[in-house]
């Protein structure tokens, strides 16, 4: 998550995506203030983000994960346009960064997945006055023995350097089956959730991170954590000087 500087731009978030959500439930108190703030407050300023490196992985996986002559170019032409401001030869940098090591790594996808396709933000779950916003990098789907379809969803972590905590990944996991699972009851979904298709894909370590088995107990955890941050989102302060 980039720093928030005292001299960015800011604007209101309403809610919390899957990924900040899942770090939060595995944070200190004193890094859930922290996280509530840096999802509150979104800097407007343009911040180093892996665009590049989400779509061409996504582009290499849904096309089936075989030559990676693409990802090697892609390198190639990021490494080569170092030019510019800092700005962007830093970004263009940690992209080629993201992509070097997913081609070290080259890390799974669930085993049962039948048909892998990039997705797509989706509309936002409300659960207990939040909003959880879901914008996965994969979605999975297959068709089972009784000929019903079954879908889950896909998520990239990187941090260079540093492995994605198991807990953490089990977090995301859950929630996303029970953003699936929810929407279904909603009448939101047509295609049934399959844990066995939601995964965390942790690029660093080469991990794939499928959602745990007690991902129903941990969804209605989250959703009593998500009763306790509405409660407190209007009272959460902006960074000192900020600028909306």
Same mark, same amino acid.
């Given at each position: 998550?980039?720093?928030?500087?005292?001299?960015?731009?800011?604007?209101?978030?309403?809610?919390?995506?899957?990924?900040?959500?899942?770090?939060?439930?595995?944070?200190?108190?004193?890094?859930?203030?922290?996280?509530?703030?840096?999802?509150?407050?979104?800097?407007?300023?343009?911040?180093?983000? +892996?665009? &590049?490196?989400?779509?061409?992985?996504?582009?290499?996986?849904s096309s089936g994960a075989g030559a990676t002559d693409d990802i090697k170019q892609r390198i190639e032409i990021l490494k080569s346009g170092l030019q510019g401001s800092q700005?962007?030869?830093?970004?263009? %940098?940690? @992209?080629?960064?993201?992509?070097?090591?997913?081609?070290?790594?080259?890390? *799974?996808? *669930? &085993?049962?997945? +039948?048909?892998?396709?990039?997705? @797509?933000?989706?509309?936002?779950?409300? !659960?207990?006055?939040?909003?959880?916003?879901?914008?996965?990098?994969? !979605?999975?789907?297959?068709? @089972?023995?009784?000929? !019903?379809?079954?879908?889950?969803?896909?998520?990239?972590?990187?941090?260079?350097?540093? &492995?994605?905590?198991? %807990?953490?990944?089990?977090?995301?996991?859950?929630?996303?089956?029970?953003?699936?699972?929810?929407?279904?009851?909603?009448?939101?979904?047509?295609?049934?959730?399959?844990?066995?298709?939601?995964?965390?894909?942790?690029?660093?370590?080469?991990?794939?991170?499928?959602?745990?088995?007690?991902?129903?107990?941990?969804?209605?955890? !989250?959703?009593?954590?998500? &009763?306790?941050?509405?409660?407190?989102?209007?009272?959460? *302060?902006?960074?000192?000087?900020?600028?909306?």
């Open positions: 998550m980039p720093e928030i500087k005292k001299t960015h731009s800011l604007r209101v978030d309403p809610g919390m995506s899957i990924r900040m959500l899942a770090d939060y439930m595995t944070a200190s108190e004193q890094a859930k203030r922290t996280l509530l703030t840096r999802a509150k407050y979104v800097p407007i300023a343009p911040t180093i983000q +892996h665009d &590049a490196a989400r779509e061409s992985i996504t582009t290499h996986l700005f962007e030869i830093d970004k263009a %940098e940690n @992209n080629a960064d993201y992509l070097e090591r997913y081609l070290e790594t080259l890390p *799974p996808i *669930p &085993a049962k997945a +039948h048909e892998v396709l990039i997705g @797509n933000r989706m509309p936002p779950l409300h !659960v207990e006055g939040f909003a959880i916003r879901c914008a996965p990098d994969l !979605v999975f789907k297959r068709v @089972n023995q009784r000929n !019903v379809a079954k879908m889950g969803m896909g998520f990239l972590r990187y941090s260079k350097g540093k &492995a994605l905590p198991p %807990e953490t990944a089990c977090w995301q996991g859950a929630i996303a089956v029970g953003y699936l699972t929810t929407k279904l009851q909603q009448g939101l979904a047509e295609i049934d959730p399959d844990r066995d298709l939601t995964a965390v894909i942790d690029v660093w370590a080469g991990q794939c991170y499928t959602a745990p088995s007690n991902s129903v107990y941990r969804f209605k955890e !989250v959703k009593a954590a998500c &009763a306790g941050i509405a409660q407190r989102w209007k009272q959460i *302060p902006p960074p000192p000087n900020a600028v909306f």
